[in-house]
C-alpha cells in the first residue's frame, strides 16, 4: 500500500504565497522508475480538478488558473513532492490532494492515478 500525506495547507491573505508538501513512501525512482506525480485540488461546490504534474524525468504540466503562479517540484533525496504556490486568489481556495501513477507512460490531469493523499485545506482571503 502506498501512502501519501500531504502538509502545508493553511490560511492566507491573497497574493500571499504557501508551500505544500507530499510525503512520498521512499524514492519513487530507485522503486518504480518511470512515474507520474501530481497535485489536484476541490474547490467548493465543484468537481476536483488537476493543478500540475511532474514525471520521474521532471517535465511539467500546469492548469491554465495557475501557469505562473503555481510551481510543481519534487526532492528525491528527501521522497517530496512539492507544490510552490504564489499570488494566491480567493478562487484558489480547496482541499489540495497529492496523487501518484507508479507506472510509465504519459502524465495528464485523468483517471490514471492509483494513489492519493487525504489532502490539505488551503483557504484564500480577499
Known amino acids: 500500500q502506498v501512502r501519501l500525506v500531504e502538509s502545508g495547507g493553511g490560511s492566507v491573505s491573497a497574493g500571499g504565497s504557501l508551500r505544500l508538501s507530499c510525503a512520498v513512501p521512499?524514492?519513487?525512482?530507485?522503486?518504480?522508475?518511470?512515474?507520474?506525480m501530481a497535485w489536484y485540488r476541490q474547490r467548493p461546490g465543484l468537481e476536483r480538478e488537476g493543478v500540475a504534474t511532474i514525471d520521474s524525468a521532471g517535465h511539467t504540466s500546469y492548469a491554465d488558473s495557475v501557469k505562473g503562479r503555481f510551481t510543481i517540484s519534487q526532492d528525491n533525496a528527501k521522497n517530496a513532492l512539492y507544490l510552490q504556490m504564489n499570488w494566491l486568489k480567493p478562487e484558489d481556495t480547496a482541499m489540495y490532494y497529492c496523487?501518484?501513477?507508479?507506472?510509465?507512460?504519459?502524465?495528464?490531469?485523468?483517471?490514471?492515478?492509483?494513489?492519493w493523499g487525504q489532502g490539505t485545506q488551503v483557504t484564500v482571503s480577499s
Open positions: 496523487a501518484a501513477k507508479l507506472s510509465g507512460g504519459r502524465c495528464y490531469f485523468g483517471p490514471i492515478y492509483n494513489y
Open positions: 521512499g524514492n519513487l525512482v530507485r522503486t518504480y522508475g518511470a512515474y507520474c
